[in-house]
């Protein structure tokens, strides 16, 4: 996360302010998590905290975007060195998105994807 004004500083408090869309406008009943910035030790308590307010948590991201690495595609990069890591990230994710508990999100399988045609690469049987 960016440390600027009105930034949330942890994922509750990013729920939070999207629950405050969602109150207002009625469109947001679900809040993308993004891995590593929205990891947090206790799953259970940020799904009820989302509950309460009343949101749910929506897609799991992992971030395979945001590096200068990545200039070139993340999953999709020509140099095997770049794309070795960011097979990793998608597992740490899927593994987030197991403690967030039964029918929450869902893991974005096409992240890091540069364009439609890219994004097939991140699809397995059974995936989405």
Known sequence: ?????????????KLEDAAQVHAFTGVAPKVSLHIPWDRVDDYAAL???AA??????????????QDDDFRLGSVTHPDPMVRGPVRVAPSRAESDLVRTGPDQP????GAGAD???????????GGR
Not at 106 to 109: G, K, S, W
């Open 52 to 65: 309460d307010i009343g949101v749910r948590i929506g897609t799991i991201n992992s971030n395979v975007f």
């Open 115 to 125: 364009g439609p045609a890219a994004s097939c690469v991140c699809l397995v049987p």
């Open 47 to 49: 799904n009820r905290h």
């Open 106 to 109: 869902e893991l974005d399988r």
């Open 1 to 13: 996360m960016f440390a600027q004004p009105g930034v949330p500083r942890d994922p509750f408090e």
